[in-house]
Each structure stands twice: as structure tokens, then as C-alpha cells.
T-cell receptor, first 111, second 112 residues
Framework: LAKTTQPISMDSYEGQEVNITCSHN???????ITWYQQFPSQGPRFIIQ???TKVTNEVASLFIPADRKSSTLSLPRVSLSDTAVYYC????????????FGKGTTLSVSS | AAGVIQSPRHLIKEKRETATLKCYPI?????VYWYQQGPGQDPQFLIS???????DKGSIPDRFSAQQFSDYHSELNMSSLELGDSALYFC???????????FGSGTRLTVV
């Protein structure tokens, strides 16, 4: 499984755009990149998933360069409720394949 | 929409006791994953089942065992509990191919 590296923590203010970059230098051809959000004492929640280029949904965008050795989760106009831990995961998209969580990024949003 | 149901939500056990955690996946999901998350730590993968067969194994202690039943629900059995087993235990489910992991709200196990 590809190892991921993310910043341990980030600080932001309400209304700002937040970009969290994840490095995954040994990503395999069949690996997908998935981001999860976790609030204290709650289960992780799926945010977005992508393979290459750019993916956008109603809550975030995911940018993946051509070499796929990194990815950036972009949260537009964060609010206090976006304060959480964000995890970048890389794994082969196959039935039963477990997602292995590494060290996530603790995002703190202030007013 | 139906979510992943875990029971119980909270459990207090004494050292050396046994505990059974249950997980009911989203209807039609055939894959179940178990994770352990200690205080201030990241989720650690324990074990997973696909179509009632063990599909992947992580850092699950020998004192723990799990299975997936014919109705796809899963149970995590924990014996000879230790203080260090105190943690949040999450179950997630997915439908075969593709991630679409959905996590449950977890069971908080406290060993005293």
C-alpha cells in the first residue's frame, strides 16, 4: 500500500479556502486517492475520491497532477464546523481491500 | 438512508472479561471492515470480510476474532480484555467493487 504524508495540522479562518496536500510517491497504477473527514468520537466520513486530474463535488475539490505522486484537497470557504481531522488514503479499488489510515491533518478553523 | 449500525454504543468491561461488538452493514453491502481507534490515535485496521469470508487482516490481536454471518452482519469477539483495548471500535461497510466506505458511529469500549 502506498504510504501517504500530510501536514500534521493546519489553521484557517472562516470563509477562507483551505488546501491540504498529501504526498504519495509510490502510488501504484491501479490505486485511487480518497479523502475522509473525522470529527471527535465519530466515524470517518467520505469526502471525495479521484484517480487523476480534478474531481469536484458539493463539498470539496480534489486536484491530482499527472504524475499522481501527490494530491490536494481543496475546501472552499471553510466554516467552524469544518474543524476536523482529514485523512488522505491511497489504495487499490478492489472488493474487500482495506483502507489503511495514516496520520491525518488536524484542521482548526477560527472565527 | 440506512447507515451502518453498531451496537452497543458504549460498553464497560473489566480486565480479563470478554466483549462482543456487533455491526450491521448498509443493506446489500457485502463487505465489512473493523477498525480500532485509541485516544488521540488514527484508526487502525483490524480485519475485513467480503461475502462472509475473511478478505484482509490487519493488526488484530490473537485475542480477538471476528466473523461475518449469512445476513452480512459481523461480530467482533474480544477475549482476555486488557486496559489497552479501551478504544473506539468502528465498523464500515461497502458494496463489493469500489470503496464507498460508510462508517458506523462506533462502539466505545472501556476496560477497567
Amino acid at each position: 500500500l502506498a504510504k501517504t504524508t500530510q501536514p500534521i495540522s493546519m489553521d484557517s479562518y472562516e470563509g477562507q479556502e483551505v488546501n491540504i496536500t498529501c504526498s504519495h510517491n509510490n502510488i501504484a497504477t491501479n490505486d485511487y486517492i480518497t479523502w475522509y473527514q473525522q470529527f471527535p468520537s465519530q466515524g470517518p466520513r467520505f469526502i471525495i475520491q479521484g484517480y487523476k486530474t480534478k474531481v469536484t463535488n458539493e463539498v470539496a475539490s480534489l486536484f491530482i497532477p499527472a504524475d499522481r505522486k501527490s494530491s490536494t484537497l481543496s475546501l472552499p470557504r471553510v466554516s467552524l464546523s469544518d474543524t476536523a481531522v482529514y485523512y488522505c488514503l491511497v489504495a487499490f479499488n478492489q472488493a474487500g481491500t482495506a483502507l489503511i489510515f495514516g496520520k491525518g491533518t488536524t484542521l482548526s478553523v477560527s472565527s | 438512508a440506512a447507515g451502518v449500525i453498531q451496537s452497543p454504543r458504549h460498553l464497560i468491561k473489566e480486565k480479563r472479561e470478554t466483549a462482543t461488538l456487533k455491526c450491521y452493514p448498509i443493506p446489500r453491502h457485502d463487505t465489512v471492515y473493523w477498525y480500532q481507534q485509541g485516544p488521540g490515535q488514527d484508526p487502525q485496521f483490524l480485519i475485513s470480510f467480503y461475502e462472509k469470508m475473511q478478505s484482509d487482516k490487519g493488526s488484530i490481536p490473537d485475542r480477538f476474532s471476528a466473523q461475518q454471518f449469512s445476513d452480512y452482519h459481523s461480530e467482533l469477539n474480544m477475549s482476555s480484555l486488557e486496559l489497552g483495548d479501551s478504544a473506539l471500535y468502528f465498523c464500515a461497510s461497502s458494496l463489493g467493487q469500489g470503496f464507498g466506505y460508510t462508517f458506523g458511529s462506533g462502539t466505545r469500549l472501556t476496560v477497567v
